[in-house]
């Protein structure tokens, strides 16, 4: 069963400019979060998203933002892009339904460097 | 709203030794509690979690955590280390065993000396 899968996996970006993240969940799971990963600042949630709808929220500037398709694969976009926004950005699936244990999958990341 | 603390951000014990990475929550009710690996270069791999009933539960790799409300921790523990131990571990909450969102703790790094 494959896995939780991001794309790309680099990426080098200069300030001002936007992003598109996509990740594409473990078959069957319709809820998919995200999270920005930095040194000294743990994993920081940014939002989920089940049924196309985000259910949930981190506190992050308007300028992140996601959206899921029909299909549960998800995109963040994060615009207008500052230096503080280099970080490893991580995709989570699981499902949120009977078969619900409470564990999240994980993809390997997207790493942002913006210069 | 809930958090979770790891005091210690870098460990280092040697291969064979035990180890105990600590993780203390705040959550006013029964929490639902986790510990993930990630290994360099990759995601996070779940260890174990707690919901309810047993306070020491068995995970994966030989690590076990013991759930101790009266001090709001949950500590993960291995009697031996292995060099292939060497990782960051995440203690992380959530309100709802997954049906809210989960909460991270900032990391604690694993080095394995020889």
Same mark, same amino acid.
């Given at each position: 069963?494959?896995?939780?899968?991001?794309?790309?996996?680099?990426?080098?970006?200069?300030?001002?400019? =936007?992003?598109?993240?996509?990740?594409?969940?473990?078959?069957?799971?319709?809820?998919?979060?995200?999270? =920005?990963?930095?040194?000294?600042?743990?994993?920081?949630?940014?939002?989920?998203?089940?049924?196309?709808? =985000?259910?949930?929220?981190?506190?992050?500037?308007?300028?992140?933002?996601?959206? =899921?398709?029909?299909?549960?694969?998800?995109?963040?976009?994060?615009?207008?892009?500052?230096?503080?926004?280099?970080?490893?950005?991580?995709?989570?699936?699981?499902?949120?339904?009977?078969?619900?244990?409470?564990?999240?999958?994980?993809?390997?990341?997207?790493?942002?460097?913006?210069? | 709203?809930?958090?979770?603390?790891?005091?210690?951000?870098?460990?280092?014990?040697?291969?064979?030794?035990?180890?105990?990475?600590?993780?203390?929550?705040?959550?006013?009710?029964?929490?639902?509690?986790?510990?993930?690996?990630?290994?360099?270069?990759?995601?996070?791999?779940?260890?174990?979690?707690?919901?309810?009933?047993?306070?020491?539960?068995?995970?994966?790799?030989?690590?076990?955590?013991?759930?101790?409300?009266?001090?709001?921790?949950?500590?993960?523990?291995?009697?031996?280390?292995?060099?292939?131990?060497?990782?960051?571990?995440?203690?992380?909450?959530?309100?709802?065993?997954?049906?809210?969102?989960?909460?991270?703790?900032?990391?604690?790094?694993?080095?394995?000396?020889?």
């Amino acid at each position: 069963k494959a896995g939780v899968t991001q794309t790309p996996r680099y990426l080098i970006k200069t300030r001002g400019q =936007q992003v598109t993240l996509s990740c594409s969940p473990i078959s069957g799971h319709r809820s998919v979060s995200w999270y =920005q990963q930095t040194p000294g600042q743990g994993l920081q949630f940014l939002f989920e998203y089940f049924s196309e709808t =985000q259910r949930n929220k981190g506190n992050f500037p308007g300028r992140f933002s996601g959206r =899921q398709f029909s299909n549960s694969r998800s995109e963040m976009n994060v615009s207008t892009l500052e230096l503080g926004d280099s970080a490893l950005y991580l995709c989570a699936s699981s499902f949120l339904d009977s078969r619900n244990t409470g564990e999240l999958f994980f993809g390997e990341g997207s790493r942002l460097t913006v210069l | 709203a809930q958090s979770v603390t790891q005091p210690d951000i870098h460990i280092t014990v040697s291969e064979g030794a035990s180890l105990e990475l600590r993780c203390n929550y705040s959550y006013g009710a029964t929490p639902y509690l986790f510990w993930y690996v990630q290994s360099p270069g990759q995601g996070l791999q779940l260890l174990l979690k707690y919901f309810s009933g047993d306070t020491l539960v068995q995970g994966i790799k030989g690590f076990e955590a013991e759930f101790k409300r009266s001090q709001s921790s949950f500590n993960l523990r291995k009697p031996s280390v292995h060099w292939s131990d060497a990782a960051e571990y995440f203690c992380a909450v959530s309100a709802d065993g997954g049906y809210q969102k989960v909460t991270f703790g900032i990391g604690t790094k694993l080095q394995v000396i020889p």
